[in-house]
């Protein structure tokens, strides 16, 4: 079946980095867009990058542009976001994403905190 598990989140300072990962499983991985996706406290779930199955033309959410890039190695299944230059605003949990077929796929989740 479908796995999607993240990790990689923590607490970091205002101005700090964390890299977020996803291991992926029971799907053929290089095939799929795979997303990031963040949850505030008390706010909706908002799309925050993705990127194409071939690793090319990663798209980010305007507030993470310059800040956050997205990759991925198809060879160990795994898509990584790279935060950088964080701010208390990306505190939420991070979750990644697979539509495959009809089916939105999610893990678990990862929590950021930003604080100091």
């Known amino acids: 079946q479908v796995q999607l598990v993240e990790s990689g989140g923590g607490w970091v300072q205002p101005g700090g980095s964390l890299r977020l990962s996803c291991a992926a499983s029971?799907?053929?991985?290089?095939?799929?867009?795979i997303s990031w996706f963040r949850q505030a406290p008390g706010k909706e779930r908002e799309w925050v990058a993705a990127i194409t199955g071939a690793g090319t033309s990663p798209s980010y959410t305007d507030s993470v542009k310059g800040r956050f890039t997205i990759s991925r190695d198809n060879a160990k299944d795994t898509v990584y976001l790279q935060m950088n230059n964080l701010k208390p605003e990306d505190t939420a949990v991070y979750y990644c994403n697979a539509r495959v077929g009809f089916t939105h796929y999610w893990g678990q989740g990862t929590q950021v905190t930003v604080s100091s």
């Open positions: 029971g799907f053929a991985f290089s095939s799929y867009v």
